[in-house]
């Protein structure tokens, strides 16, 4: 099979949007400060090896595809759906916020694009599914840390 012009530019803006998640990660893992800073930390690579690992299956699959991954630091910066990241120490408060917001949005963007991908090549929706439940989880996860409990 190879892709269409549409899958490639669905699969493509995944991609960006999968490394984009995986460097501003680590942009929040480097510069968080306060409450349960290590148990934070640690969360963190989590989900930043679960991103890359997820970006490089998603490049892959394009190559299987004869698609032509795009992973270049200026086509990420320029395509990408993730909002930018603060300059600075972060507070372990404001960076849950933010990686829920980073990992949201992500979601988002494969949900946005899975019927369209899915229409072309169920294989290939079946790891969008993949990612989806990964990110999903670790929303949950991460987002419990300022959660407050329904009465």
Do not use: C
């Amino acid at each position: 099979m190879k892709a269409s012009k549409k899958l490639s530019s669905n699969l493509q803006s995944i991609l960006v949007d999968l490394i984009e998640l995986h460097v501003q990660g680590k942009q929040v893992h480097w510069n968080i400060v306060g409450k349960n800073f290590r148990d934070l930390h640690l969360q963190l690579d989590e989900i930043i090896d679960a991103a890359r690992e997820h970006s490089d299956e998603i490049a892959e699959r394009m190559r299987a595809l004869h698609a032509i991954p795009d992973g270049r630091a200026e086509t990420v910066a320029a395509t990408t759906t993730l909002p930018k990241l603060p300059l600075g120490e972060i507070d372990t408060t404001k960076a849950v916020d933010l990686t829920v917001k980073l990992m949201t949005a992500t979601t988002d963007n494969i949900r946005a694009v899975h019927d369209e991908v899915d229409d072309e090549d169920p294989a290939t929706a079946d790891l969008l599914h993949a990612i989806i439940l990964t990110l999903e989880k670790y929303i949950w996860m991460v987002g419990s840390e300022n959660a407050k409990p329904r009465s």
